[in-house]
Nanobody, 122 residues
Framework: QVQLAESGGGSVQAGGSLRLSCVAS????????MAWFRQEPGKEREGIAS???????NYADSVQGRFTVSQDKAKYTAYLQMDSLKPEDTAMYYC????????????????WGQGTQVTVSS
């Protein structure tokens, strides 16, 4: 079992920044593929960034160049630095663990956090 806890969401104006954190517990973090997803009401969950235990990173086109995923294995924590935020980035953001390395941005992860809301105003 893996437990995930996100934090760092909030409200910000367009052009601003936020950093999300995801603390993992209950598993060997160093072997995990971690990812960040977001979801707006009534829409499908979108994979936006992933980071593997070997440091391999993937981004969705929608956030490439604006968001940065990283991890601190000593703290069992993954981060999502979000810069140049836009109103269309408004969504619930989720951390996920143990996905399929063949499709790291697909919502086929075994473990999910509760989510943290990000709201970007124009």
């Amino acid at each position: 079992q893996v437990q995930l806890a996100e934090s760092g969401g909030g409200s910000v104006q367009a052009g601003g920044s936020l950093r999300l954190s995801c603390v993992a517990s209950g598993y060997l973090y160093n072997t995990l593929l971690m990812a960040w997803f977001r979801q707006e009401p009534g829409k499908e969950r979108e994979g936006i960034a992933s980071i593997d235990s070997d440091g391999t990173i993937n981004y969705a086109d929608s956030v490439q160049g604006r968001f940065t995923v990283s991890q601190d294995k000593a703290k069992y924590t993954a981060y999502l630095q979000m810069d140049s935020l836009k109103p269309e980035d408004t969504a619930m953001y989720y951390c996920a663990a143990e996905g399929r390395r063949s499709s790291p941005l697909a919502p086929t992860y075994n473990y999910w956090g509760q989510g943290t809301q990000v709201t970007v105003s124009s």
